[in-house]
């Protein structure tokens, strides 16, 4: 099957085989967690897509639908037509909420559940955005911050065990344990995996003002340096420092997949995805064009993508709907790219088969308009969960008529007194998609429904 770049299923699958084999014969590209859900012993990827500041929940998986459209919570500027929610056509229980009607081809195609009325403890952003990524609600960023792919790549014995494209953010003991590959953007990712110096300093040009004894002198000395801070270091230090400076050994393995150059989106991707193109754009649209070729290149199958721009205090209307419509139809053409390519760690499955998406903000927004015309924060959260072992259809949790979380029964999974935490959803994906170990780190209870029974 082509894609309208002119690449088929089968050259992508041919480049990728081509690109991973030097790590492949090492035997270092392996991937880890256990599946409980899809075919045994096939490889399994799990991504984190963070759209930061705050979605609407009302525009994405939440919508103002039956008599909380008579609520007098919700501002007027909520209940305009344009704005009125649509259920996936094939999929009658998804319904969605304007900013994720052009994603309607993807949730059809793909294994998609709506999760909804999290009971947030905090609304700030580092701390909001720390329980939905981890299930930890702490005041410490140093230990109980891990993302679930940090988890998953922290067990899987890969390298890179994670790689994190966008905002930073703190991974706890994971960052100790299983150093990730972090870069603000995509085009900074490209250069890094480049060998050092590759694309600005020709072949000898070096040897050119530096002779190779004093080139030879000058690292010399640089290493008894690095050696010479280490071995004054405590003891407590330079055991949290041994990973890094084994991962930084095998940094090579990654100059030998030869990537540098294939990560950043071609203009013909930029075309499909509806993104303005070049470096400087940081939309949703070229996220998501780098994320596809990020996967393609099968350097990591643990990653983690932020996108922000969601905190709209002022000017809703005109910012934040546009922005979750923009993410919404790149997201269908990702779908699309996901569908109709081979996993190259995988022979004969589709990236869409081995890929399980995480798509969530740290919270909601609030029903009513400020007098700016923008929204606050909300102790409310949702989440998209797709592909792999999800079930399809599912709606977790709900909101009343004042856009509230309603507790639920972890037992029969209804409506009931307790509230539903983002504690619970963390534990529950890590429990299918990681171990029952790490579950049961974050949480006891899990959700039922959210995803196949294995």
Known sequence: MKHSNGFSRRDLFRMSLAATGALAATGSFLFGGSSRAGSAGVARRFVQINLTGGWDSAYATDPIVGSKRESPVYDPSHLLEALMPKAVDVKPTLVMGPGMIPAENAFARMPTAFVNGMFMEVSSHDFATQYMSSGHLSLSNTR??????????ADSAIFPPHVVVGLPIPLGVTRDTAPPLYTQGIDALDRIIGRPGSAEIAPGELLDHFTEQQVEDANALIEALDKNVY??????????????????????????????????????DEARYGAPGGVNDLGPARMLASLYRLMVSNLCPYITTNFSSFDTHSNQLAVHLPLMQQFAAALDVFVTDL??????????????????LFITSEFV????????????????????????????????GATNDNAEAIGWDPEGGGPGSEPLLPAHLIATILANVGTEAHADTVSTTRIAGLFEEA
């Open 144 to 153: 109980d911050y891990p993302a679930i792919p940090a988890l998953l790549g």
């Open 231 to 268: 071995d004054r270091l405590p003891r407590s230090h330079r055991n949290a420092l041994a990973n890094w400076r084994s991962s930084s050994s095998r940094i090579e393995e990654i100059y030998q997949l030869g990537l540098a150059g294939t990560l950043v989106p071609t203009p013909d």
């Open 339 to 356: 569908l109709e390519t081979e996993d190259p760690a995988a022979p004969g499955y589709s990236l869409a088969e081995t890929t399980t």
């Open 365 to 396: 927004r609030t029903p009513m308009f400020s007098t700016t015309g923008g929204t606050e924060h909300w102790q409310s959260a949702s989440a998209i969960l797709m592909g792999r072992g999800v079930q399809d259809g599912a709606v977790i």
